[in-house]
């Protein structure tokens, strides 16, 4: 390193200087170099996994890295874990709030650091009301520190959330997707806040999908792509669409082998559809089609399963079937429709871990293949060892425990399920989150195999390569609504991009 | 080997509980009798257990089947000396017999209904049955037994030489067997205790398993409670307080997880004729039943303690 950069580096109130982390084989950041000026905005970006979680998980001290080093005040830290980042000052506020909802603000704000009362063991009520809002009057917030935190608005939370930051001393507080779960009003509500904080002397690194947000907040920019700092400079030089191709890159080639299929009659239609989370959804889907839906994290994908499948209510809308209304409204509805949804969280809603491999393979189906009171349960090995015969299942047999398999398998253990029933229509839900390129290549291979067959496919993923991979037509979403219905041929993921994270109506 | 041990492991204290009181007592314990004696007093709670077993693997537990039991009892009957007298004919006795079933039903899948339609936890909703059961036994009559003198052939009777009781212990074990592995429905049992969510994903109808595990739970109770009301040829309205208790222990002490997902009928039988031989051989030694209480309590934590330990180290090795 050079020897001049401690004093160049004087102006920065953090730096991190070649951050790499690797988690098993796969390497989440590499050579990452992040350096905030004193009382600034800085702006964090990047696609879904390109590793701004990690490298802020890094500077609160829950994960170390590899190699690298933090500098924070001319000085190498090196946090063990987060109480040591939050005594020199840096906090982070994370996306699921960690504040006690049937606490007061100001409890929470003094939450472990109460200040005595005049007994020893207890703790002075008054004085921590009243330093809650001197603290909030001093950032120019306007709150009742004695409400319930459940009764306020999200943005509020993290308004209390901040404030509790400061009164650990925080100088740097790292605020990860603050405005995701938000609507319009409470998203200028933060931005506000972030300003006045900043204008308080507070330095904040701030993560959001929503990149108009960034823009008009943030001082400086840093992109993240695939693990590394593709770009940091000011906001000012930066156009939305610079930024979508520092996201995007255009070096990204991937192995996607996409079969010539012949698209047939159509066997959904989607209209007006509506649920609690989404809105007005309306698409055609059609034999021996593959359908991606893009979108950030939050912007209603999953919630589109949900409610086609029938785990989230209808509130108005029709869903057609082979030119037949349906009504689907239970999981068991939507898989007698021959609708068969695999869920993005495999441990929690898919699989039984504890349970042999096959239980988990097997249980929808069990009606369709004639054991709708009985079990038969030789044949049932007997379809389940089939099964895993196509999928290239890896496994110690059909009764070892679902746990004992790779995430991969696992995967595959859940599209067997819609293999053994022949589903007409093949919702999934991130197939190939979190597991290794071989079994994606599988997967790949077996959704080609599958439309040849004349199934239709509706895949949500958060990985563009790959559904320009894969996909016929790509379905683009942005807070709960369809933004884009786009023929893949004829697009770019830029486009895709740019309609799933800029806001066109505020532009 | 050692999922071997671990299958073996609640034969393992059975046979261990049968083979020191074999030494220690061989005359009074050692004998054909006595073994009939020990399963029929066990067949009561060990029917119960049974039934316990599919609410315990469903991720549920029922604490209102000793007031259940009583209720039943009660209102079996209460049926048959309303409609017939002191010495009810068979036919009253069978129609008295079927009430007490049937209250055994409703009572259990109310209690299935409350934990699903109301969304009460089951610890809660079965606290609630527990008081209102219990309450409406005593009530009946003021809190005072009724006598049904000629209510003699579950509790006594025999079949081949076995007795009746015995019997239907065996015919309920096998049955609940063949439910919890060969049919649908035991295999969703198993699924929602093991992971509600994925259940309900995969189109299991999880209220309404849920309410038939809770109804079949309630069903065993009521001929539960027939046969003990047919050993005493009287109903108590203060049958079965903390009943609840042994079955659940019987239950877990046979490798069942309270979190649900796991727990066989083999293991609630043994456990079941492991609590019955423990009393029987304290019995037999001239421990006072206050005394056995002691050493229940002792075994059980043993016993469950010794389950995790290997449980753990098998998934060590995994």
Known sequence: ??????????????????????????????????????????????????????LMKILAGLHRPDSGEIVRKGKICSWKNPSEAIASGVAMIYQELSLAPDLTVAENVWLGIEPSGRVCGTYSKKRMLEDTLALAEKHGFNLDPDQKVENLPASVCQIVEALKAIARNAEILVMDEPTSSCGEKEVAIILEMVRRLRGAGTTIIYISHRLEEVVEVAENITVLRDGRAVHTGPAKDLKIVDIVTHMVGRDVQ???????????????????????SVRDIGFDLRRGEIVGVAGLVGAGRTELARVLCGLDEAICGSVELEGKE??????????????MYVTEDRKRTGLFLDCPALWSMTLPCLAQLGMKYILKLDRENEIAEETAGKLSLKWLGPQAPANSLSGGNQQKLLLGRALIAQSLI?????????????AKVDIYELIGRMVEKGKAILMISSELPELFGIADRILVMRRGRLVGNLVTSQTTQEAVMHLAAVDQERK | MNKLFRELLPFGSLILVIAILSLWQPESFLTLDNFLNVLRRSSVYGIIALGMTFVIISGGIDLSVGSLLALCGMLAAGVMIGIAGQEPSSGVMILGTAIGLLAGAVGGALSGALITKLKLQPFIATLGTMSLYRGIALVMYDGQPINVASYRYLGEGSLLGIPVSVVLFVVVTVMSGAILHFTRFGRHVYAIGSNVQAAYHAGVKVDRSLIGVYLLGGLLTGLGAMIAM?????????????????????????????????????????????????????????????????????????????????????????
């Open chain 1, 254 to 276: 991937h192995y996607f082998p996409k079969r010539e299929v012949e698209i047939g009659s159509r066997v959904l239609r989607v209209s007006g559809l509506s649920s609690s």
């Open chain 1, 1 to 54: 390193m050079n020897l001049s950069f401690p004093m160049e580096s004087s102006q920065f109130v953090i730096e991190m200087r070649g951050i790499c982390k690797s988690f098993g084989s796969v390497k989440a950041l590499e050579d990452v170099t992040l350096q905030v000026p004193q009382g600034t905005v800085h702006g964090l970006v990047g696609a879904n996994g390109a590793g701004k979680s990690t």
């Open chain 1, 326 to 339: 349906v009504m689907i409204e239970n999981p068991a509805d939507a898989l007698s429709c021959g609708i």
């Open chain 2, 230 to 318: 047919s050993r005493t040829v009287s109903a108590q309205p203060t049958a079965g307080v903390g009943a609840e208790l042994d079955v659940i222990a019987a239950v877990v002490i046979g490798g069942a997880s309270l979190s649900g997902g796991r727990g066989t009928v083999t293991g609630t039988i043994v456990g079941s004729l492991l609590i019955s031989f423990l009393r029987n051989g304290c019995t037999l030694m001239g421990i006072s039943t206050n005394a056995q209480l002691i050493v229940i309590g002792v075994v059980i934590v043993f016993a469950v303690a010794l389950d995790q330990f290997t449980r753990r180290k098998a998934s060590d090795a995994a």
């Open chain 1, 426 to 438: 093949w919702v999934l839900d991130e197939p190939t989150r979190g597991i290794d390129i071989a």
